[in-house]
């Protein structure tokens, strides 16, 4: 009979929980999702019958789906091993926990061992009942995330915790798969909807009946289809929904759109949810929209891309989620990971390195992603499109691709680590310092006493009689002396850095700029991500300084030939700027050492425009200044206008959704957006909103219409008001004369964004 092998980590963690097994009575093994933790129960269970024939196993989890699917993994187990186990099968049981409570009392047999399956739902008022009634018995629990909601442990049941490798780990070995993250944008209408979430359920995640009202809308929907069609087109994938309705309406309007998408859900009939997984499997189905269904024990490893659209709080179920797609398999590059609830910015990305052993004693609650000293990750929080491209009108940004994802995890051996940078030993024994996008921060060398100071400044030893102290953001020496005694200070004047060094005070920046005195928070103004120094010497800096006329549309005139302002940028370390002109958009133009000018924005882009020695008419200042403050000055325009109609648009959905409320405060009416006073109290009357908008009573039959902003639209001077649906205000003046208003159409504009997204 050919005997099964075990993978190399699935051989190790056997002979580690066995080891635990002899020494402990209950043992609780973690795994990542995908790497294969129901064949390695059956390996110890192989094992433990092989060496206790008399002895009766059971296997016990949370669901009958996962009863079945443990029960197919033994006989498939049983019928390519090699040892001696031909007892195996009638002395192992698998049986959901709801079964075992019922028929307590109808057992005769006492088992020796009791496996639990995803044994991070052991809840202990339903699990702990199974250690008293069988005080012989030993107990292992297997699970991806030995951790839960409330924070509290799993000592109460199991007394100690073996760990497998990290993600980063399986990945980087080929275990695992790598993956492309998208994610909503932070200023998004669906991230705002889902901030707003403020009900709690009965185990502590979003409440159902919230998340329902909320996200359970045809815009929010749409805006799923969309994302599926950016990054998830004709890739065969899995929908985790909130409830059954919303997967029913997610399927709907994929099935609209021509996507081959089935709904699952608990009340799907046995033998016809098994059909459409076997169809999804060959193949026949690209899409399986579920409400937790496929969120635990589900195989199949050619999923290659999962959209998480329920928000949760439970890091466990968002592990368990986007682990569906982390399987490796024969044709698969990589998978993507469609983040529309956002999640990425609760626990970070699935490859974190977690402190599984603190979450098992009940020492740390999961919250917002926290990143220890000596975490061996570096996450690229960014939106670098290297792969997919991303329209710019999308809700979604790239927060990791699969590409950056591998540069991150290829050094292993890690020394140490502090905020961006971490020391590193490569395999040929030479040491460097890597960023968090992997990159080498200063060149490997057989250096000696290397380690990390406080602000960003190394200090190590290329001789050993030498001491070299390093700036880790500007990629500058400060000293490298055998004398060198007193380490360079960092300090901090108006939330900016400055280095001090003998008596200097210097930017971090590669250009050198150092101030002749030590700076007051008076002599540096912070604009937060520009810091102007205001140069008290006379010089000439060769900057052209232009100012706007608001007036005017943005028209620039030139001020005066020579700018007294010094420049830094934020995060910029490499240049010293002079401050040209700042717009009406809030960016700003700077000219560097080689004397060319850039627009830069609050995003920190920069543009070149011109320079002090044009070769071409574009590049000429007085051609290019005032361009540049007409363009600038019509997009803020623009900007506004889009940045208006989208505060609609989230009002029009909250108006649908029920989260806008009339009140009361004297003899004056105002209005709440999810319990927030939106608009004061300051009008006679106001009618019940209808979609974005509402009429208003200035006072008695003089009626209007706002915006749920409270910005009115239409003065109150009519007798009568009445908002339809489609956008469209009937209003009757005091004359009795009618006529038709159309105001802005919240849908329409959506359905505009959509198209454009589109044909992008």
């Known amino acids: 009979m050919k005997e099964i092998k075990l993978f190399d980590y699935q051989e190790d963690m056997k002979e580690r929980i ?4 002899r020494l402990h009575r209950s043992v609780m093994a973690q795994m990542p999702t995908g790497t294969g933790k ?3 129960l059956t390996a110890v269970i192989d094992s433990f019958v092989s060496n206790n024939p008399k002895e009766k196993v059971w296997i016990v989890a949370h669901r009958r789906e996962l009863v079945s699917q443990i029960d197919e993994t033994v006989r498939k187990f049983h019928s ?4 001696n186990t031909s007892s195996l099968l009638s002395s192992v049981k698998a049986m959901s926990i709801q079964w075992l409570l019922r028929h307590y009392d109808e057992i005769e047999e006492e088992p020796g061992m009791i496996v639990i399956d995803e044994a991070h739902h052991a809840l202990a008022k339903t699990y702990k009942e199974m250690w008293e009634r069988f005080p012989k018995a030993t107990f292992l629990g297997l699970t991806a995330t030995p951790c839960r909601l409330n924070g509290k442990g799993f000592t109460d049941l199991f007394d100690v915790l073996v760990q497998s490798w990290s993600v980063p780990e399986f990945i980087s070995k080929g275990r695992l798969a790598t993956y492309d993250f998208v994610s909503i944008k932070s200023d998004g209408v669906t991230q705002r909807l889902i901030d707003s979430l403020q009900k709690r359920g009965a185990d502590g995640d979003y409440q159902n009946k ?33 409830n059954i309705s919303h997967a029913q309406k997610i399927t709907k309007l994929y099935q609209e759109h021509g996507v081959k998408a089935i709904a699952i859900d608990s009340k799907t009939p046995a033998t016809e949810r098994q059909q459409d997984i076997e169809a999804f499997k060959k193949g026949d189905i690209q899409v399986l929209v579920n ?3 496929f969120s635990e024990g589900f195989d199949c490893p050619d999923v290659e891309f999962v959209q998480l659209a329920r928000p949760t709080l439970s890091l466990a179920k968002y592990l368990q989620m986007v682990g569906r797609g982390l399987r490796v398999a024969k044709g698969k590059k990589n998978c993507v990971i469609i983040d529309n609830v956002g999640l990425y910015r609760v626990f970070g990305l699935p490859s974190q390195v977690w402190n599984w052993n603190a979450m098992f004693e009940g020492k740390l609650k999961v919250g917002k992603k926290i990143e220890t000293p000596k975490e061996r990750e570096f996450f690229l929080m960014n939106e670098v499109q290297d792969g997919i491209q991303i329209h ?18 290829q050094y292993r051996e890690f020394v140490d680590s502090k905020g961006e940078f971490a020391i590193i030993k490569l395999p040929d024994g030479k040491m460097t310092v890597v960023n968090r996008q992997g990159e080498q921060v200063i060149e490997p060398g057989n250096y000696y006493d290397m380690k990390f100071l406080q602000g960003n400044i190394l200090s190590y030893r290329p001789r050993r009689k030498t001491v070299c102290y390093y700036d880790l953001l500007a990629r500058v020496v400060i000293d490298e002396d055998i004398h060198a005694k007193d380490a360079p200070e960092v300090i901090t004047i108006n939330k ?3 280095v001090e060094y003998n008596g200097l005070f210097r930017s971090r920046t590669y250009e050198y700029f150092a101030l002749p005195f030590r700076p007051s928070q008076y002599d540096l103004w912070n604009y937060g991500y520009y810091l102007i120094y205001n140069f008290q010497r006379s010089t000439a800096s060769g900057c052209q300084e232009w100012i706007y006329k608001e007036e005017d549309g943005g028209s620039m005139r030139m001020h005066k030939e020579n700018s007294e302002k010094v420049c830094f940028l934020r995060g910029d370390h490499t240049h010293v700027y002079w401050l040209c002109a700042d717009l009406y958009d809030s960016g700003i133009v700077v000219m560097d050492s080689h004397e060319d000018y850039y627009y830069v924005d609050s995003n920190l882009k920069k543009t ?7 070769k071409t008419e574009s590049e000429n200042l007085m051609v290019a200044m005032p361009r540049l403050g007409k363009v600038v000055y019509e997009r803020e325009m623009k900007r506004r206008k889009k940045q208006e109609e989208q505060e609609l648009e989230l009002m029009h959905e909250k108006s649908e959704a029920g989260n806008v409320e009339l009140y009361q405060a004297g003899k004056k009416w105002g209005v709440k957006v999810d319990g927030k006073v939106i608009v004061p109290p300051l009008y006679h009357s106001i009618a019940q909103p209808v979609g974005a908008y509402c009429a208003f009573e200035q006072i008695p039959r003089h009626w209007g219409i706002m915006t749920l902003k409270g910005k009115v639209i239409v003065d109150a001077k009519y007798e009568k008001v009445e908002i339809r649906d489609n956008g469209i205000a009937v209003v009757t003046g005091i004359t009795g004369k009618t006529q038709t208003i159309k105001l802005l159409k919240v849908k329409e504009l959506k359905s505009k964004r959509i198209s454009s997204c589109r044909a992008y």
């Open 608 to 614: 070149y425009i011109g320079c002090n020695q044009p």
């Open 496 to 498: 900016w850095e400055f």
């Open 80 to 83: 390519y091993s090699a040892s």
């Open 291 to 293: 409400v937790d269904i």
């Open 210 to 242: 919230e998340m329902d009202m909320l996200l359970n809308k045809k815009p929010s929907i749409e805006r799923l289809y969309q994302s599926l069609e950016e990054f998830g087109k004709d890739r065969k994938g899995i929908v985790y929904a909130i």
């Open 392 to 409: 710019p009108d999308s809700e979604m940004m790239m927060v990791m691709s699969h590409e950056e994802l591998l540069q991150t995890i």
């Open 38 to 40: 129901t064949y390695l």
């Open 18 to 21: 066995e080891k635990a097994l």
